[in-house]
């Protein structure tokens, strides 16, 4: 086992989608084997847009029954439900005090989501990037696997956390980023210029990990192509070339094998055979899914152990941390 840890979270706002799985999940389960891995379901960040409780009730269900059904395994890794371990948000709260005000409203992602949402800027939204480091920093996490999205924010928790060690002494290790180079973005099947996303508006171009074999298929179906009549991966040809890295993902293989694979073939054919790779990768997970979802009893017993395990290792930093800033904390 390397010395590396790993600290990766998915929010629960959206329903789990390809994009998810190629970007993130697959690699997650890769890197039990590799590292010490630390996964969260991240509820708290959930709530900083509109979020029906019942709805986030559900899926943290359908997260934690997805993540073990693909593979993520509880005695591998840490896996836990964030608002369990009630040190995340007592960190934010400490790193908070050491963010400025301008350094967080350079947020591109706030100012997005907030021109998005313009009816429920709140101040959690604003701050979602201070409990995010508090997230990785609990853990003293080395690597942090992220889609571009998320750098701005990883660069601001390296950021806190050099501040504080330079201001306290030295306190958090200072994390990398990774990128995921193969596949690294899935775009919408109708819309290849934009990614796929849980929270589409396009939702007929997201595949949804959960979806049943004919939605897949139909929506292959339907999935932009380009001009000509070629299967060829291009920045000229942006459906043709995401439909080819979705299948040669599938089924573990190079985009050029991909292109040789498909050469004379039609693009009805081909969507249909992408479709296909995605539904034999997909089918063996839901069947799985099945029985990890109804059984209610062991879910809960992973969340209970793996808050318990994330609890230990994240109070060792917090205890450290409030010594630091002068917190009393008699023995
Ligand atoms: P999100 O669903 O946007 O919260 O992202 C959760 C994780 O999934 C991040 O690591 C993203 O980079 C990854 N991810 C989400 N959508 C895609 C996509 N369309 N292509 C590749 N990775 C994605």
């Known amino acids: 086992m390397s010395e590396k840890i790993v600290y ?9 989608q390809l994009g998810n799985y190629i970007g ?3 690699n997650m389960v890769r890197m039990q084997d590799e590292h010490t891995c630390i996964y969260t379901i991240a509820d708290m960040h959930s709530i900083t847009v509109d979020c029906v409780p019942a709805d986030l009730r559900r899926r943290t269900y359908e997260f934690l029954a997805l993540f073990l059904a693909i593979g993520l395994d509880p005695n591998k890794s840490t896996l836990f439900l964030q608002s369990m371990v009630h040190q995340h948000a007592e960190l934010a709260w400490v790193l908070n005090c050491n963010t400025q005000f301008g350094e967080a409203r350079r947020m591109t992602q706030f100012k997005d989501k907030s021109a998005k949402n313009p009816e429920n800027v709140n101040v959690g939204l604003f701050s979602y990037p201070t409990l995010m480091a508090a997230d990785i920093l609990l853990y003293q996490a080395d690597l942090v696997p992220i889609g571009k999205d998320q750098k701005q924010h990883l660069e601001l928790a390296r950021t806190i956390a050099e501040r504080f060690n330079h201001r306290y002494s030295p306190t958090f290790v200072v994390p990398d980023g990774i990128f995921n180079t193969h596949g690294a973005k899935i775009q919408n099947l109708l819309d290849p210029t934009a990614k796929m996303g849980k929270t589409d508006d396009n939702a007929g171009g997201v595949v949804f990990l959960l979806d ?18 070629e299967i060829v991966a291009r920045a000229d040809k942006p459906g043709i070339t995401n439909l080819l890295t979705i299948y040669s993902v599938m089924k573990g293989i190079t985009v050029k094998e991909a292109e040789q694979h498909f050469v004379g073939v039609g693009y009805g054919d081909f969507k249909m055979a992408v479709g296909q790779s995605v539904v034999d ?12 979802i109804a059984n209610k009893a062991y879910l809960d017993q992973v ?3 793996g808050a318990q395990k994330a ?15 002068g917190f009393v904390t008699p023995k």
């Open 281 to 292: 990768v997909l089918a063996p997970i839901q069947a799985r899914y099945r029985e990890l």
């Open 303 to 305: 969340l209970k152990e």
């Open 311 to 325: 609890s230990y290792m994240a109070q060792k930093t917090l205890s450290k941390v409030y010594r630091k800033i």
């Open 8 to 16: 990766s979270a998915l929010k629960p706002t959206g329903d789990l």
């Open 24 to 26: 993130a999940l697959r």
């Open 212 to 229: 049943d074999p004919d939605t897949i298929m139909r929506k292959f179906k339907r999935a932009v192509t380009d001009c000509g009549n």
